[in-house]
C-alpha cells in the first residue's frame, strides 16, 4: 500500500530554516501531483506548495519567497525547503500524494518557530 512519511520537523527561531522530507513507498512519486499542507491549532489544514507531474510548482501567497518545493525521483522523496520561518509556519505538516480522485496523507511532522 502506499505509505508517505514525513520527517525533519522540530523546533526554530524565527528566521531559521528547515528542510521537510517526504518518503513514499508503495508507489513512484513521478506519477502523483505532490503537495505539502499544514494544520495549525484551531485552523484548518491549507495547502502550502505543491509540484505535479509535469514539475509546475504553485505556492500560497503566505510562503511565496521563503519555502521551495522541489522532488527526488530516484530516491522517492519530496522536500520542503522551509526559510525566514515566522511563529505564524508553526503547525503540522502533512506531504499528500493525489492522482485524480485518489488521495494519500502522511501522519504529519511538528514546526515549531519559538524564542
Known amino acids: 500500500q502506499v505509505q508517505l512519511v514525513e520527517s525533519g520537523g522540530g523546533l526554530v527561531r524565527p528566521g531559521g530554516s528547515l528542510r521537510l522530507s517526504c518518503v513514499a513507498s508503495?508507489?513512484?512519486?513521478?506519477?502523483?501531483?505532490m503537495g505539502w499542507f499544514r494544520q495549525a491549532p484551531g485552523k484548518q489544514r491549507e495547502l502550502v506548495a505543491s509540484?505535479?507531474?509535469?514539475?509546475?510548482?504553485m505556492y500560497s501567497d503566505s510562503v511565496r519567497g521563503r519555502f521551495t518545493i522541489s522532488k527526488d525521483i530516484p530516491k522517492n522523496t519530496v522536500y520542503l525547503q522551509m526559510s525566514s520561518l515566522e511563529f505564524e509556519d508553526t503547525a503540522v505538516y502533512y506531504c499528500?500524494?493525489?492522482?485524480?480522485?485518489?488521495?494519500?496523507w502522511g501522519r504529519g511532522t511538528q514546526v515549531t518557530v519559538a524564542s
Open positions: 508503495g508507489t513512484l512519486i513521478y506519477i502523483w501531483d
Open positions: 509540484i505535479t507531474r509535469t514539475n509546475r510548482t
Open positions: 499528500n500524494a493525489t492522482y485524480l480522485s485518489t488521495s494519500h
